[in-house]
Structure formats: C-alpha cells, structure tokens
C-alpha cells in the first residue's frame, strides 16, 4: 500500500508555514540548542541531492531536540556575493544581483519541497545592505585594531579570473575554482592581520569537539619553535638573519639557501652570476607556493657568488637562492645542514656542498654521511657542546646564541595574513577612501594622484557603502573591476578630491559572521542585540564540508575573536561542536581528448586509458606529449555497446567512476526529480540510511527505492485495523529498545543504525494481524524527526489536534530494554577458550550444556577429567579439568 506523496507533502509544508511552527522562540527555564548549517552560495545549477545530507542531519537532530524540550534555533540563508555568482552571471550574460537573486528563489523552493524545519523569518542574504553595513562594520574594527592593512606583496594572481586569491585558494598552482593558472606578481592588497592571533587560534582549539578538524587547523597554522640566527655576509656590513628550528645543528650549516623573491637575493648577487639568478628569479615568480615546496620533487637553485660566515665556526659558506626557500615564510633564508636535512641533503649532494654530521646517534663519529639523521642524538663536532643530547644542547646553544648576541629565541608560523582584497565586482565594497590631488574632475579624465599611504574609514553613519550600477563588471584589471565606476570611484568632499577602494573583500567576509545575524537578522542598529545572543549562543552544533577546515572555519573563528577582545561578543570560539558529512558521489562517464596547442580537439582516448603521464601538477599528457583533457558524457548520452558504456560520438570506451557530483561530469542527480518520484521523506532517509553520516558514499538509485517500501510499509501498518496498547511482550520490548536506540543513535549521529532499528520495528508490526495503537503512535514520534510528512499525515489520521512535530519524545521503560541474552567467556583451566551466548537466568546445568557445544571448547575437554565447574551467571563459565 502506497501512500501519494505528491499530495501529503506540499500540504503539510503549508501547514507548518501557516502556524509558524519552527519559528524560534526563547522560553523561560528551557533548554536552547542552536544547529547551524554551511549556508550555501546560491549557484545557478541549484541543490544537488549531495546538498541535503547535512542540512537533513541537522534537521533530524533539532526536530528531535524539540521534542525532548529544547528552544531550538535552526536558520538557513545565502553565501550570495563572490567569484560563483560573479561567474555564472557572466556567462549568463546578466548581472549578478539577478542571476543571484533568481537563484535563491531556486535555492529557496527546493529546501522548503525537502521539509526542513528552518526558521525561515531569520533567513540571511550576504549581499543584502542591510547585512552588507554590518560585514563593513567588522572590517572597520579590524581596522581601527591594526588588524586590516595595506602592503604590496607578491600574491596569487589569476588571469582568467581577474582576480587574487588567498594561499587557501591556490592548489598545485591553479585556482580552487575553475582549476585555472595561477602566478605570481606584487599588487597592492589589503590584508588581515590573523598571524597575530595564531597562538590563541591553534590553543583554543583545545576543548572544542572539533576531532576531525583540529590537527588539519593546527598543521595549517604551523606553529615552530627555533631561534633566528644572524649570518655574517663576506664583503658587506648586512647579515642574513635564518629561522631554524634545529639551532642544535648549526656547527654543521655548510651552506645557505634565499628565497628568490627575498628582497637582498639581486642585490648581494655578484655580477657574474647576475644574468643567471635574475632568470631565476623570474621563473620563481611564475610559481605558487604548493609548486614551489610539496610539490617541488627535483630541488634546483643558482649560485648568487655570494659568501655567508658561520657564526659559530666562522667558515665561509657559499649562499645559493632556491625556489623551495620562501620569501614569505621565516626571515626568507634558510641555513642548510645537509647532514640532518632530507631537503638539504639532496641539495648537497646534488651541487657538490660539504655534508659535516653533527649529531650522531650514539655519539660515535663518522667521516662519510651515507644517510641523513634528522632524530635526536649527540653533539659531534660541535665545540664546547660535545656530548650533549639534542634537548641540552638545544637550550644550551640557544642562551649562548643570545648571550653572544648572535641570535635570539623565535616562534614562528606557516599561517600568513590573510589576503583580503579581490579585483572583483560581486563583493563587498572596501570602506576606505584616499586622499587624492588633481586637477580638474577625474571623472572626467583629469590627472590625478591617489595617495594610498593615507587611507580612511568610511564613518559608520554612511555604511552601508553600496556597490554602484555597473554595466561592464567583467574583471580583468589589477586595480579591480570598480576602477570603471568613475562616478562612484571619484567624489568631493570639502572641496577636496577623494577616491574610494575599487578592490572588494573576498566570498569569505559575509561568511565570517552569518552565524551571529542569524541571533537578530532585522536590526538596524547592531549587528544583533545583546540579548539575542544571551538567548542561543554558541552554537551547540554546527554541519558542513571538510573542504572548509582551514578556510571558511579558521576566518570565522579569528573574526569571532576578534568581536571578542572589542566585547562584542561574549565567547572567545563560537562553534562547540563540529562534524563534516561525507561526500555523496555519483556515477561519472570519463573520456579523455587530446588537444592542440590551441585547445581544439585532436582525438578521443578511452576514459581508462593507461598510457597517460601525469605531471606533478595532476596535467596529464600523452608518452608523446600532446596535452589531455579529462571531459565527461552524462548518462543520458551513453550509448552501450556489448555492455560497455561508449562515447555517442568518437565512440571510444567510457570509463565508470564515481566522483563528486559537478555539472560539468554530468553526474548531477536533481533532487527536484527524486521528491517528485519517491517524495522528500524517502530521500531524507535514504540519505540517513546509506552509510555513516562522516563516509564517502555513492549514490545509487535501487537504494531510495529500498527506503520508499519502508515507508509505505508503514503507512499500510498505520491503516490496518488497531488495537489498544503497545501489543504483546515481543512488540513491547521492540518498540522500547527502538525509542531508546534511536534517540541515542540521534545523539551520535548514527542516523543510518536508527533507520535500520525503525525498520525492524516496522517489519514486526506488519506481521501483526492488527496494530497496536500506541506502538504505533510511539514510532511515528521516532521516525518524524527523519519522515517528517508521513509521520504527521498518519498522526493526525489517528485523531491527533496538535502536530507531531510539537509532541514529546517518548520514553522508554529501562527493564523492557535489557537484554534476555547474554554472552560471557568460557574458559578452561582459567584460560578463554571459546564464549557462549545464555539465558540471563539460565541454571548450572543450562550454561554446562550450551558451553560444551563449542567446538574449540569441546577440543580443549577431550581426553580430560573434569574435577570442577564454576559458573557465575552473567560473568564466566570455566572448566577445571586434570
């Protein structure tokens, strides 16, 4: 018996909308639990069904917090601003605050089709000025705080993009998005100053239930503890100042690296290598930070002819510049102990550099270093220091260091300040002005010079500061894609000439904080009231992607700090409770096409090919060079022949594999079509019911089908004839066990042993000639919280006025959940031999009889006397035999 879906679920989702039921309200003397989910940014190709894991998670677990009493804040918005839209809008050819404003609608529609139990009256919108005032309000107290700067530094600039990106956006040298070439070049950038809370961020980590999150946070920001140790440069007054971790090894620093990009390489240069190294160095500059460090296989540099002294043993060494040296990381220079360095080693023994051990294991001294040593040992060879071991000789070494005024103690870190500005349109303005001279209207074309040393505030009566109306908002221009918006770019004040900031801030800034406007998303006159956040914060338990563990959640907890010292905010972190839902992936069809220089098709590989060469930047070549392209065929167009999947038209063999769900590997399922098919209350459960809500899990069809029957199978034993009470024992036990696994399973998140526990029940009560009436009720409050509209359709065929929605968790009688079975050891002679599953009141006679029956048991008997057995119930069995 099935039930119509198309008819039950539209009809209570207006139900719950009428009466406001999940609006968020705080009461006295109760509970609050605040569930927030990654908001998504609203794209034009709309949910996916790998979107509503998450949001189904957290909506299972604050319907069920409800019933158990709780005031619940559950909102939902939109991650509006930033490149996605700015994208789609281009290639839509309209502007973004209609294409974006298009696809919330979108967005919008297909949440509310899947039931959520949002409070729709706090939903949020990035772009919106009177969420944007308040995102400019923040930056402005990093601003007043020193926190927010200009500089011009090499960043990570992408020419199909128009804009730089953060290092967090960089992978193997392409952008995150759209997988586009990424180099290098200094432009004058805004940045946040996050390297100042560095220690609290990676320390406060502590007491959070972070757990798959906090060593990813810890590892990024990178913290070192060392010494900065000054190098005498032959011939010249400077010194090179290192960062070292190993001070313990300086006696044994043969050489010296300087990062390309350091501001001394050209100039300590000597001018026969000149040529060399500037050729260098502008290959350098072409490179990102990954290529240059983790995935830098082959180690090369130049001699720059310059000399170092070590300052210990004051021999001259030579100083080479090497792109794996970082300008931006350290002091920029490296001091090279090859002895105990993989890198340094490598480099050594590739350029013929001295290799001198200074640390051996035992102590003992070896002429020749076959192999490097990097663990701790004994100082060899290193003066007055001989014989200690590496953590003596470390403190040592550093209080000489700083005695001699040779070096001081330092802690670094490999967290940089952020990079805050974006040459894009479709973001929040930047609140600064600068002072300009000029003679004549600017706007008009008349010289002018903008002064950027002198940068100020927009004063807060004037925010929101507005993006202008513009037309032509493609990017393309270091100086940002404002710079066209002369009318807004350029006013007076005074009598006096002023330009604004034509860069934006990044996607990340109206993430940063939506949490909080969520508390109080209709005041204008505070980002949200006092009282507001008294009421809900922090949040209890928040959902989204890992791929956010050292983006989007290591800025929204430097902006929460931050609020915090300026007494914004009450909590020093603001999310308690952290937890990453797997990927759902679903089938992929993959060719591969060989290209020309000029991109055009040449020919078609089978997706499966196994000649293919992968650089170490993931591009794929063919053995005889020709560039590859990985394109994909939707399932729609696969045509099969002798059952394989081939392309329609190069006809080459396809290859199946799962990936994550793009519309670009035509691997998107619409869950528009699955409510429509199976209903919203059998997808949300079979999401729950595919795996563990943290795995990776693939997307198959028969599998929603599966979760379907379950659900009808309930709606047929909600309509067969009732009877009064929770049924026999059998029934009784079943459903007790079930309201208690289920709700501890909630806790857990293990929503899919819930799903399997509810089905039991089910199956029970469909052997039943007739249903128990409160069995029944009791599992439709159990399952609500996962088939929200099928539960209140049969409540409220059972007569029930209130919703179930608003009824309260059922409970459960402990003794009906104790188990009539237990297993205990069975040992012979005290040693385990086999265990053995009894009666919890089962005799002497009983636990001899079943204990025997075991094979390894038995074996263990044969041949023997039994002099004694011991049994004590519930614990042991064991066999005393001679």
Same mark, same amino acid.
């Given at each position: 018996m099935a039930y119509e879906h198309r008819a039950i679920e539209p009809k209570w989702q207006?139900?719950?909308?009428?009466? &406001?039921?999940?609006?968020?309200?705080?009461?006295?003397?109760?509970?609050?639990?605040?569930?927030?989910?990654?908001?998504?940014?609203?794209?034009?190709?709309?949910l996916h069904v790998g979107h509503p894991e998450g949001y189904t998670a957290t909506d299972i677990v604050t319907r069920y917090k409800r019933a158990q009493g709780f005031d619940v804040?559950?909102?939902?918005?939109?991650?509006?601003?930033?490149?996605?839209?700015?994208?789609?809008?281009?290639?839509?050819?309209?502007?973004?605050?209609?294409?974006?404003?298009?696809?919330?609608?979108?967005?919008?529609?297909?949440?509310?089709?899947?039931?959520?139990?949002?409070?729709?009256?706090?939903?949020?919108?990035?772009?919106?000025?009177?969420?944007?005032?308040?995102?400019?309000?923040?930056?402005?107290?990093?601003?007043?705080?020193?926190?927010?700067? &200009?500089?011009?530094?090499?960043?990570?600039?992408?020419?199909?993009?128009?804009?730089?990106?953060?290092?967090?956006?960089?992978?193997?040298?392409?952008?995150?998005?759209?997988?586009?070439p990424?180099?290098?070049?200094? @432009?004058?950038?805004?940045?946040?100053?996050?390297?100042?809370?560095?220690?609290?961020?990676?320390?406060?980590?502590?007491? @959070?239930?972070?757990?798959?999150?906090?060593?990813?946070?810890?590892?990024?920001?990178?913290?070192?503890?060392?010494?900065?140790?000054?190098f005498p440069l032959v011939g010249r007054t400077e010194k090179?100042?290192?960062?070292?971790?190993?001070?313990?090894?300086?006696?044994?620093?043969?050489?010296?690296?300087?990062?390309?990009?350091?501001p001394l390489t050209l100039e300590l240069t000597a001018e026969a290598e000149r040529a060399e190294v500037a050729a260098y160095v502008a290959a350098a500059s072409r490179k990102s930070d990954l290529e240059r460090t983790a995935l830098n296989k082959d180690k090369t540099g130049v001699f720059t002819g310059a000399y170092a002294l070590n300052p210990l043993t004051r021999t001259r060494i030579p100083i080479y510049t090497a792109d794996y040296v970082?300008?931006?990381?350290?002091?920029?220079?490296?001091?090279?102990?090859?002895?105990?360095?993989?890198?340094?080693?490598?480099?050594?023994?590739?350029?013929?550099?001295?290799?001198?051990?200074?640390?051996?294991?035992?102590?003992?001294?070896?002429?020749?270093?076959?192999?490097?040593?990097?663990?701790?040992?004994?100082?060899?060879?290193?003066?007055?220091?001989?014989?200690?071991?590496?953590?003596?000789?470390?403190?040592?070494?550093?209080?000489?260091?700083?005695?001699?005024?040779?070096?001081?103690?330092?802690?670094?870190?490999?967290?940089?300040?952020?990079?805050?500005?974006?040459?894009?349109?479709?973001?929040?303005?930047?609140?600064?002005?600068?002072?300009?001279?000029?003679?004549?209207?600017?706007?008009?074309?008349?010289?002018?010079?903008?002064?950027?040393?002198?940068?100020?505030?927009?004063?807060?009566?004037?925010?929101p500061l507005r993006l202008p109306d513009l037309e032509d908002y493609r990017p393309g221009d270091p100086a940002g894609a404002l710079v066209k918006a002369l009318d807004w770019r350029f006013f007076q004040k005074d009598g006096k000439w002023f330009a604004r900031e034509t860069n934006t801030m990044p996607q990340w800034a109206g993430s940063c904080w939506y949490y909080l406007r969520y508390l109080d998303p209709h005041n204008a006159d505070a980002p949200f009231s006092k009282q507001a956040y008294d009421d809900w914060m922090p949040v209890d338990l928040y959902v989204g992607g890992n791929e956010h563990a050292v983006l989007h959640l290591l800025y929204a907890r430097f902006w929460h700090k931050v609020l915090f010292d300026v007494g914004v905010v009450k909590h020093p972190e603001p999310f308690q409770k952290l937890v990453h839902q797997g990927m759902i992936l679903g089938n992929a069809y993959r060719w591969y096409?060989?290209?020309?220089?000029?991109?055009?098709?040449?020919?078609? @590989?089978?997706?499966?090919?196994?000649?293919?060469?992968?650089?170490?930047?993931g591009t794929l070549h063919t053995p005889e060079g020709d560039k590859v392209e990985a394109r994909y065929v939707g399932p729609d167009q696969v045509v099969m022949k002798d059952r394989t999947p081939t392309h329609p038209e190069h006809g080459v063999p396809l290859h199946t594999t799962l990936e994550k769900m793009a519309k670009s590997r035509g691997n998107v399922v619409n869950p528009d079509h699955v409510v429509a098919e199976f209903g919203a209350d059998a997808l949300r459960v079979y999401e729950m019911f595919m795996g563990p809500l943290r795995e990776t899990k693939p997307w198959q069809t028969a599998g929603i089908q599966g979760t379907r029957r379950f659900l009808d199978k309930v709606y047929a034993v909600a309509n067969?004839?009732?009877?009064?009470?929770?049924?026999?024992?059998?029934?009784?036990?079943?459903l007790h066990r079930t309201i208690k696994k289920v709700g501890e399973d909630i806790e857990t998140m293990r929503f899919n042993t819930a799903v399997s526990t509810m089905m039991i029940l089910a199956n029970r009560l469909a052997s039943l000639e007739a249903t128990p009436r409160a069995a029944l009720e009791k599992l439709l409050v159990v399952l609500a919280p996962f088939a929200p509209h099928l539960s209140e359709e049969l409540w409220s065929e059972l007569g029930h006025q209130e919703l179930i929605a608003d009824a309260a968790w059922p409970r459960f009688e402990p003794a009906l959940c104790e188990d009539d079975f237990v297993e205990i050891g069975v040992q012979v002679n005290g040693k385990a031999r086999g265990r053995v599953k009894l009666a919890k009141d089962a005799t002497e006679a009983a636990a001899k009889e079943e204990s025997l029956k075991d094979e390894n048991v038995a074996r263990f008997l044969s041949d023997k006397t039994l002099k004694k057995f011991i049994y004590v119930p519930g614990k042991i069995v064991n066999f005393i035999v001679g």
């Open positions: 207006r139900v719950w909308e009428e009466r &406001q039921t999940f609006k968020s309200v705080r009461r006295p003397g109760r509970p609050k639990f605040y569930a927030l989910d990654m908001f998504p940014y609203p794209s034009g190709s709309g804040l559950h909102p939902m918005g939109w991650d509006a601003f930033g490149l996605p839209a700015e994208q789609h809008a281009i290639k839509t050819g309209q502007h973004p605050s209609k294409t974006t404003a298009e696809n919330i609608t979108t967005f919008r529609r297909q949440l509310k089709s899947l039931g959520f139990a949002y409070d729709w009256s706090r939903e949020v919108d990035t772009t919106d000025p009177g969420y944007v005032r308040w995102t400019q309000w923040i930056f402005l107290k990093l601003y007043e705080r020193g926190l927010a700067f &200009q500089a011009e530094i090499p960043v990570n600039w992408c020419p199909a993009l128009g804009t730089v990106l953060a290092n967090e956006e960089v992978i193997d040298g392409r952008s995150e998005r759209g997988n586009h990424v180099v290098r070049q200094p @432009l004058r950038q805004w940045q946040l100053r996050i390297t100042a809370y560095a220690d609290r961020l990676s320390e406060e980590l502590e007491p @959070l239930d972070w757990p798959e999150t906090k060593q990813k946070q810890r590892d990024w920001i990178g913290k070192s503890e060392g010494a900065e140790v000054d090179l100042r290192v960062f070292t971790t190993r001070p313990d090894t300086l006696f044994g620093a043969t050489y010296m690296v300087i990062a390309p990009d350091h970082l300008g931006a990381y350290g002091t920029g220079a490296i001091m090279a102990v090859p002895a105990h360095d993989e890198r340094d080693f490598e480099f050594a023994k590739q350029y013929g550099l001295p290799i001198i051990e200074v640390v051996s294991p035992d102590g003992a001294l070896h002429d020749t270093v076959e192999a490097v040593f990097s663990s701790e040992g004994v100082a060899v060879r290193s003066g007055q220091f001989d014989g200690q071991r590496t953590p003596q000789m470390k403190q040592n070494i550093l209080r000489y260091l700083e005695e001699q005024k040779l070096g001081t103690r330092k802690v670094n870190y490999k967290l940089r300040d952020w990079v805050f500005s974006r040459q894009r349109y479709w973001g929040e303005p930047i609140p600064i002005y600068f002072p300009m001279e000029c003679d004549g209207d600017p706007r008009q074309g008349a010289p002018h010079t903008i002064d950027y040393s002198k940068p100020i505030a927009v004063p807060d009566s004037e925010l096409a060989v290209l020309d220089a000029e991109g055009k098709l040449v020919r078609a @590989l089978s997706g499966d090919d196994k000649t293919l060469v992968a650089d170490a930047d067969k004839p009732l009877t009064e009470g929770e049924g026999d024992e059998e029934t009784r036990k079943l």
